[in-house]
């Protein structure tokens, strides 16, 4: 057998060991599935034996979910029901089996890993911070399929359960015993003994039954009774829809099974899950969030064959939202952090926000106290470079000043090693303009993180055509240290994702200056998928930041004939910037109007174009979202980009472009080429010559292929 193991003990209580091969996380498929139900025949005919125990081999994991390879190369409703309904039957063995089985669980006990806990009579898991039970398969478009949705809210209580299978959220395990999803907590070097000994303790009738937590009692109220049950599924949909505004089809699926499963039994319910999950595989979104994920594992190892150079000493100019983020994700990086500011206040309150950060991991237990501490030990707050001698790498993020940056180098090049990387932070300077002067520009490359560092996925890395391999392959190795996923691009003014973005910006700005009303936008391009409108997104991020990033496009936008927007320009000369100066598109002064932010009063003073009479939202998220993608399609064409997989995944993870689209190019796909370019071509005569179709486009659509495979 490849993936499972079993061995008798003494007490004749068998365990069954899961370590599937050629992998570092254990997986349910097919392959492993046919093996756990030869090995349930042969315990069902032992009449000897008194219990079973199931654990890892693995070692972070329990089980990580599905094959995902398996369900990517599912393509029908049929192929998908076969699978789940296999792992469904077999689940509904080992939970009916007559004798007692315990789950020992250590890691990762995620999907169809938590499913099979809870087909167990008792779970008992590892103390450590790396034990994690979530139910991810709505993040990926699917449902718990294999008995969960009907036996979570069974254990835990329906309001405990709903959001657990609804957002995909994680649950450390401290939280798990307080909810009662585990029995037992043991030290993970005791845990198959202590599986072993509760397994027997059930059999022997020494412990009748798993101790039932306490729960509050409204939540007992709340589900005791189809009253309490709809006023709790009511409120779940109502925050679903203000979630996924009907754009992701597995919360409404996730809701509609556990509801047919109180209302017509656990058996009915388990039919449903088969017949949803197989619905639900072969949505757009599905496919979409499916292929998101893999290309983001594909990321977890490097490409690069050159050796990366490991960081013991890094270094952050700039102590500021970003330089406290780095320095945030970088703790258990990095032996030592250096966080440099102007003064040493502005470096201790750095170190105090990254302590913050390390404060609420340790509450939510994914590091513990000890561990907070010591990462902590390692953030020095610093004014000047007197350490920076053997540092491996020195990120800036001080503000967005060319000469400033450049000035940074200079001071890092003359303090620091050889072999010391220089990256920056910014977010649309060309790193080749900062490394003009450098003395060593092989070791200078872009190192773009998104706000707030910690919870943003992607780093943008920029080369230039001077940055040596081991650099960039340093780089990468920071970013999946980090828990980013990486993309690896060529140098030029907002390299990829500040370039797509500020092109669609301006579309964006040139609609307002047309008099198509701010909500009118924000609302057409948040259904369109994007989790934030556009002009809510310029008040947030600030207008002067805007105004900054437009003017380093200005020379790129001119050369391709892009009618630049003024209306930022209006707007910073106002002194309005957006949510920190109280003002800038809307009003933060004042409360909201029926639910929706306040226009700022004086906002229409600034546009000259009457109105619109017309603000159909198709038209509106066209112009804009084509705007993006066109320019994502002319980055792939000039080689800013190596790969539609990296455009994706930059414009989903780094600008929260729509994930159940699949990123521009996946869409550009669905679309089909031919027809965004005659979209394209259509908006090219109404509006002029920024919408001219990428060569690339027309290339893919006369050929009739597509940007994959
Ligand atoms: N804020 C964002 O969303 C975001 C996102 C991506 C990239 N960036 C880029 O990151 C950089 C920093 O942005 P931020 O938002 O953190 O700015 P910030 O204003 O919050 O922080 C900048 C920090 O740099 C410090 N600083 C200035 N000159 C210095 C010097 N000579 N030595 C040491 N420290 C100095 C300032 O005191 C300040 O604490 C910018 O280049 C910005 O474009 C910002």
């Known amino acids: 057998m490849k993936h499972l193991s079993l061995e008798k003990r003494p007490e004749e209580i068998a365990v069954l060991t899961i370590d599937c091969a050629e992998s570092s996380v254990n997986t349910l498929s097919s392959a492993l599935f046919a093996e756990a139900e030869q090995l349930l025949d042969t315990l069902e005919a032992d009449r000897s034996l008194k219990g079973l125990v199931i654990i890892s081999a693995k070692e972070n994991c329990f089980v990580a979910g599905a094959d995902l390879n398996e369900l990517q190369s599912l393509v029908h409703e049929a192929e998908f029901q076969a699978f789940i309904a296999r792992g469904n039957a077999l689940l509904k063995r080992i939970s009916g089996w007559e004798k007692p089985v315990v789950c020992a669980i250590h890691g990762n006990c995620l999907g169809c890993g938590l499913e ?133 089809p597995a919360p409404a699926a996730i809701l509609d099974s556990v509801r047919h499963g109180y209302a017509h039994g656990v058996e009915a319910g388990g039919k449903e899950d088969i017949v949803r999950f197989g619905q639900l595989g072969v949505t757009p979104a599905a496919r979409s969030l499916i292929t998101l994920f893999s290309a983001m594992n594909s990321r977890k190892t490097s490409p690069y064959q050159a050796k990366p150079v490991e960081v013991k000493k890094l270094g952050i100019l700039g102590a500021g939202l970003m330089g406290h983020g780095i320095a945030g994700v970088s703790t258990d990086l990095a032996e030592t952090t250096l966080l440099k500011d102007r003064t040493l206040e502005a470096a201790a309150k750095g170190a105090q926000e990254v302590m913050r950060g390390l404060d609420k991991r340790c509450r939510t237990g994914a590091i513990t106290s000890f561990e907070r501490d010591a990462f902590f030990a390692r953030v020095i707050p610093c004014t000047d470079y007197a350490a920076f001698k053997n540092t491996d790498l020195v990120v800036e993020a001080v503000f967005e000043d060319l000469e400033l940056k450049r000035s940074m180098l200079k001071d890092v090049e003359e303090v620091a090693s050889e072999a010391t990387i220089f990256a920056s932070n910014t977010s649309s300077l060309p790193i080749s303009a900062i490394a003009e002067r450098a003395s060593r520009p092989e070791n200078v490359i872009g190192m773009h993180y998104f706000s707030p560092v910690h919870r943003m996925p992607l780093l943008e890395i920029i080369t230039t055509d001077k940055t040596a391999d081991w650099v960039t392959a340093t780089a990468f190795d920071v970013g999946i240290r980090q828990g980013k996923t990486c993309i690896v691009v060529k140098d030029g003014p907002g390299f990829y994702t500040t370039r797509i973005f500020s092109i669609m910006m301006n579309e964006v700005m040139l609609l307002l200056e047309e008099g198509v009303a701010p909500h009118a936008l924000d609302e057409a391009m948040t259904r369109f998928g994007f989790p934030v409108g556009p002009v809510t997104l310029v008040d947030e991020v600030g207008i002067d930041v805007g105004v900054h990033v437009a003017g380093v496009m200005r020379p790129h936008c001119e050369a391709r004939n892009i009618q630049g927007a003024t209306l930022l320009d209006r707007l910073y000369t106002k002194g309005f910037l957006g949510r920190k100066s109280g003002k800038g598109f809307y009003d933060y002064t004042k409360g909201k109007k029926k639910g929706q932010r306040r226009l700022n009063s004086d906002f229409s003073n600034l546009i000259v174009a009457r109105p619109s009479k017309h603000e159909d939202m198709e038209e509106l998220q066209h112009r804009v979202s084509h705007m993006m993608i066109n320019e994502a399609i002319i980055c792939l064409q000039e080689g800013v980009i190596a790969s539609a997989e990296d455009g994706d995944l930059g414009a989903i993870l780094g600008l929260g472009f729509p994930p159940f689209l699949g990123g521009p190019f996946r869409y550009a796909d669905a679309m089909g080429p031919s027809t965004m370019l005659e979209q394209l071509e259509t908006l090219e005569k109404q509006h002029g010559p920024r919408f001219k179709p990428a060569d690339l486009l027309r290339e893919k659509a006369e050929s009739g292929t597509g940007f994959y495979d």
């Open 116 to 248: 099979l806990a809870l087909a167990a009579d008792y779970r008992m898991a590892s103390d450590e911070t790396a034990t994690v039970f979530a139910f991810p398969e709505v993040t990926l478009g699917l449902m718990p399929a294999a008995g969960g949705t009907h036996r979570l809210p069974r254990l835990i209580g329906l309001p405990e359960a709903l959001p657990l299978m609804l957002t995909g959220k994680q649950v450390r395990i401290k939280k798990a015993r307080k909810l009662g999803l585990v029995d037992a907590v043991v030290a993970r070097y005791s845990l198959k003994h202590a599986a072993v000994q509760a397994a027997l303790k059930l059999a022997e009738g020494g412990m009748t039954q798993p101790k039932k937590r306490r729960r509050t009692l409204v939540n007992r109220l709340l589900d005791s009774g189809s009253l309490g049950r709809s006023l709790v599924f009511k409120q779940a949909e109502k925050a679903v829809h203000q979630q996924t505004r009907g754009l992701y």
